[in-house]
Nanobody, 126 residues
């Protein structure tokens, strides 16, 4: 299984980016997926989880309606649309996937995922 994250870059505050995660060796529609981020010196941080049904998504509080996760079934990819970006959003963003079922909020923890993409850098700066 390989996950390939892309779409990061440098954007000004208030700008937007669309991250993508492509998979080989698995089908996203059969799995739970998530995005995390990590800044230098900080632990990996939960951003959003999408349950395998595709109908339930849970976002971290800091997202505040700015980010949207989308499953592209036709292309076997997941996307993270990020709007109204702030300097605090600067980090390496990782996509992750698991076939395991989540319970009791376990989707918030990196240990609840089995496969990870390599990460894509997002820098929000003027």
């Amino acid at each position: 299984v390989q996950l390939q994250a892309s779409g990061g870059g440098l954007v000004q505050p208030g700008g937007e980016l669309r991250l993508s995660c492509a998979a080989s060796g698995l089908t996203f529609s059969n799995n739970n997926v998530g995005w995390f981020r990590q800044s230098p010196g900080k632990e990996r941080e939960f951003v959003v989880a999408s349950f395998r049904s595709g109908r339930q998504m849970i976002y971290a509080d800091f997202v505040k309606g700015r980010f949207t996760i989308h499953r592209d079934t036709a292309k076997n990819a997941i996307h993270l649309q990020m709007n109204s970006l702030e300097p605090e959003d600067s980090a390496v963003y990782y996509c992750a996937v698991t076939s395991r079922n989540w319970n009791s909020g376990s989707f918030k923890y990196a240990r609840s995922y089995d496969y990870w993409g390599q990460g894509t850098q997002v820098t929000v700066s003027s």
